[in-house]
């Protein structure tokens, strides 16, 4: 079992940045793809970014490409999305995620779930 810990969230006025942070419990955090989802009032949970366990490829949704590098720290268990240019729109709850398996896409399939970390952005 992975337990997963997201820190970072709040609120910011539109164009300000905020890091979130997510930090696993396991040694084998290095074993894991590790990613990041979110889910805005009324509407479904959806991807917004990956990166492979070596830390050398990142994937994301194209409407943060750009605006929300991820990066992690594997001596640290932790993984971080650095949230610049904030738009109302980037309102949500975000989940950080932990994976073993990546699917053809590349597609990060979760198996952990953190509890969430809400993201508000006034315009």
């Known amino acids: 079992q992975v337990q997963l810990v997201e820190s970072g969230g709040g609120l910011v006025q539109a164009g300000g940045s905020l890091r979130l942070s997510c930090t696993a419990s396991r040694r084998t955090f290095s074993s894991y793809a590790m990613g990041w989802f979110r889910q805005a009032p009324g509407k479904e949970r959806e991807f917004v970014a990956f990166?492979?366990?070596?830390?050398?490829?990142?994937y994301y949704t194209n409407s943060v490409k750009g605006r929300f590098p991820i990066s992690r720290d594997n001596a640290k268990n932790t993984m971080y999305l650095q949230m610049n240019s904030l738009k109302p729109e980037d309102t949500a709850v975000y989940y950080c995620?932990?994976?073993?398996?990546?699917?053809?896409?590349?597609?990060?399939?979760?198996?952990?779930w953190g509890q969430g970390t809400q993201v508000t952005v006034s315009s």
């Open positions: 990166i492979i366990r070596s830390g050398g490829s990142t």
């Open positions: 995620v932990a994976g073993e398996t990546v699917l053809v896409g590349p597609v990060l399939r979760p198996d952990y």
